[in-house]
């Protein structure tokens, strides 16, 4: 989903809303409101306020008991998940803490692990007679699933078994191209939905240059952006089929076979075609982009949405755009408008139409099914396009077609939308001066347990021990007293690994002023000091950016997740309109970390674990060794454990 409902969770310390006042309605922006208590209370010379964690809306958090801590804490899974797995499983990260300048796409590095790239493999079948076959991705259930056996019997078939004429594109790759299989992965279709809107960027996606021709081997390339640089994924073109026909995305022209052997190069990349169930489409227009991805809430937008949006697109900015659901039982559930809602759409078009002798403004949006469309106000035959002229409907390439693309105005659309992604292809791409490129930082780090795995400032006992960044923020913005700069922290290689039971983790980070020392910083500091900034929420995406404005001076960045012992590699990008200098405040920390006060439940449970849960707690009272209050309940609680 392009950006899932968000749940609020209150983790440590435990915070008790006053009486009729509802937790997610009081808990907003990680301040303890007025009417909070808080238990512990913080010192009294603490200035800081608990942190609050967001999940997005797949994750929900349970208690961790010791009868359920294998299914439910990924504390204890994530402790398998050692260095040197990561390392075999994904060859393609490399460990660099220093600063590097931005990977450009000229030279993507190959993944293959014959060590060969896509010419040589390409003119090794040739030479043979033999088409390939990837031995990295083979034709196989282990790179369809990875909790399951597929229910039906799928069939690998090349594109010439499945029609007589396969094209890799015919007449050029469109946005109607795209039409979603069985797999959950709406939000990787909009982002190549909104790939397809500029040309010069697909092309770096999508080499142009391959056919069903006289060289055809059976063998076809993509590249993607991976934190920091770009990869060339080499696949062969055994898809999956059932009864002679794609099970997964395919284009609404059968012999067409682009869009398919692109979601098959990124679930090679991602490991399997499962691991790309659910996701944020911001997540993907950053790997097609290299670019960097601003959320907005619909309702909370600034007056000039409408202006931002247009610029954005203008300046070849990928938009998705999705609707809220409160529960995962509304996931993919149709509103009477026909909208779909936990659905990622994408931003297609902004225009002015003339209507009745006034402007009025409208927003094209597509959803990846190819069908299902909005049939309110300026939707495909709605009356209000009887009164516009035939030229402006050429102009805005109006037809009544069920192909999933839709116009509606613009206020209704912000009614019924809530989130809008945007990934800039440059940092910049939204302001108003467009005169020069920003500088541009790149930290890769980790954070191990026992070393730099601190969690947020809720944990104060650990939290200085994760990884410290220095900014140096010396030059204002033009015309300016403060500096802009964007941070954007990406956990790296999660979806990969959730065939090893990874999930995503609960990421941000804070910034303070820095003291004027060198080194790191120790625990002192932060009991007294409260931070000058911090990343929005903490939430379990892939990355979590924001955009601010600092006076000039020397800050203290300090990346974490939200809890501590939670290992992981990051990739940190700064973002800053003047030149910006930074550093890592490099200082090996081990101490005798203490086990999570709140393990980090897994967020996501079976039906049959819920029901095993209901049991457990009909039965025990929901009784936990932390908080028993008599002999007898722990009496009551050995017997049960």
Known sequence: MIQCTQNTFSVWPIRTPPQGR????????????????????????????????????????????????????????????????????????????????????????????????????????????????DPDFPACNSSLFFSENPAIPFVWKRPGDIVKDPKFIVGGATRTDICQGDLGDCWLLAAIASLTLNEKTLARVVPLDQNFGPDYAGIFHFQFWQ???????????????????LVFLHSAELNEFWSALLEKAYAKLNGSYESLKGGSTIEAMEDFTGGIGETYDVKEAPDNFYEILGKALKKCSMVGC???????????????????????????GIEEVSYRGQQVQLIRIRNPWGQVEWNGPWSDNSAEWRSVSPSEQRRLSQAARDDGEFWMKFEDFKVHFDKVEICNLTPDALEDSTAHKWEVAIHQGSWVRGATAGGCRNFLETFWTNPQIKLHLTEKDDGQED???????????????????????????????????????????????????????????????????????????????????????????????????????????????????????????????????????????????????????????????
């Not at 603490?46 to 929900?60: D, I, N």
């Not at 936990?342 to 931003?347: D, I, L, R």
């Not at 049991?615 to 050995?638: A, M, N, P, Y």
């Open 22 to 133: 509802s937790r997610s309605a009081a808990a907003q922006g990680g301040d303890t409101e007025e009417g909070w208590r808080t238990v512990p209370a913080p010192p009294p010379q603490s200035p800081f306020q608990p942190l609050v964690l967001h999940k997005a809306r797949e994750g929900f958090s349970y208690p961790c008991s010791p009868l359920f801590s294998h299914l439910f804490c990924p504390h204890h899974r994530l402790s398998l998940v050692s260095p040197a797995l990561r390392a075999a499983d994904m060859p393609y990260l490399q460990q660099d803490p220093k600063p590097r300048p931005a990977a450009h796409p000229g030279g993507a590095r190959g993944t293959h692990s014959s060590g060969k790239g896509y010419e040589q493999l390409k003119q090794e079948c040739l030479r043979t007679g033999i088409l390939f076959e």
């Open 227 to 245: 934190h920091n640089e770009w990869l060339d994924v080499v696949i062969d073109d055994r898809l999956p089929t059932f009864k002679g026909r």
């Open 322 to 348: 999705s609707i809220d659901t409160s529960s995962a039982a509304e996931s993919e559930a149709r509103t009477p408008f026909g909208l779909v809602k936990g659905h990622a759409y994408s931003v297609t």
């Open 483 to 641: 500096c802009t700069f964007i941070a954007a922290l990406m956990q790296k290689g999660r979806r990969k690994l959730k065939k090893l039971g990874a999930e995503m983790l609960t990421i941000g980070y804070s910034i303070y002023e820095s003291p004027g020392t060198d080194g790191h910083l120790g625990k002192d500091f932060f009991r007294y000091h409260a931070s000058k900034a911090r990343s929005k929420t903490y939430i379990n995406l892939r990355e979590v950016s924001h955009r601010f404005k600092l006076p000039p001076g020397d800050y203290i960045l300090i990346p974490s997740t939200f809890e501590p012992h939670q290992e992981a590699d990051f990739c940190l990008r700064i973002f800053s309109e003047k030149k910006a200098i930074t550093e890592d405040l490099d200082e090996n920390v081990a101490i005798d970390l203490p086990e999570p006060l709140h393990p980090t439940p897994s967020p996501q449970e079976t039906e049959e674990e819920k029901q095993f849960r209901a049991l457990f707690e009909h039965i025990s009272g929901k009784v936990s060794t932390k908080h028993f209050g008599s002999e007898q309940d722990v009496k009551r609680g050995e017997t049960l454990l």
